[in-house]
């Protein structure tokens, strides 16, 4: 995933919670995961989280 993508992923993300709704990001890498949680996490309120799973594959 390209850097740019990153913070559309995370505003998005953030926007969704903001207003109450859930948000489901698929990313192949996880990488991309932990980058897109790393730029959520500050503005995450308390009760929200991120999980990640692993595809079976």
């Known amino acids: ?4 993508r ?3 992923i995370a505003n998005t993300s953030a926007e969704c919670l903001d207003v109450g709704k859930t948000d489901l990001f698929v990313s192949e890498k996880a990488t991309a995961f932990e ?3 790393k ?3 500050p503005a995450l ?3 929200d989280t991120i999980h990640r799973r692993k595809a079976a594959r």
Do not use: E, F, I
């Open 6 to 8: 990153k913070p559309t």
């Open 35 to 37: 980058d897109v949680k």
């Open 39 to 41: 730029r959520l996490d």
């Open 45 to 47: 309120a308390p009760d």
């Open 1 to 4: 995933m390209t850097d740019h």
